[in-house]
Nanobody, 123 residues
Framework: VQLQASGGGLVQAGDSLRLACAAS????????MGWFRQSPGKEREFVGS????????GYADSVKGRFTISRDNAKNTVYLQMNSLKPDDTAVYYC?????????????????WGQGTQVTVSS
């Protein structure tokens, strides 16, 4: 499975940004998908995850109410809509895929990782 994340960039606080993660090599509907992020000097942290059908989602408290994960299985793509961005959201964002059938916030439960896309939020 190959994952290609895109959509990062430089925005101002309060702006919105949408990241996309395109999967190939396996039908996306068979994969639980997640987003994680990592900023310099910090450990990689969970952002959110979405079930194989898209019916269930889970989010970190730090992004709940501001970020939304969705997926289009026909396009093998998962999205992360980020609204009301804050400087603390600055990080490299990674998409990940899990063969598990349940949502997970644990990085070690994901089997495949994309290369990451940089999001920088200026104050």
């Amino acid at each position: 499975v190959q994952l290609q994340a895109s959509g990062g960039g430089l925005v101002q606080a309060g702006d919105s940004l949408r990241l996309a993660c395109a999967a190939s090599g396996r039908t996306a509907s068979t994969l639980v998908m997640g987003w994680f992020r990592q900023s310099p000097g910090k450990e990689r942290e969970f952002v959110g995850s979405i079930s194989r059908s898209g019916a269930s989602t889970g989010y970190a408290d730090s992004v709940k109410g501001r970020f939304t994960i969705s997926r289009d299985n026909a396009k093998n793509t998962v999205y992360l809509q980020m609204n009301s961005l804050k400087p603390d959201d600055t990080a490299v964002y990674y998409c990940a895929a899990a063969l598990s059938i349940r949502l997970s916030a644990k990085a070690n439960e994901y089997n495949y990782w994309g290369q990451g896309t940089q999001v920088t939020v200026s104050s």
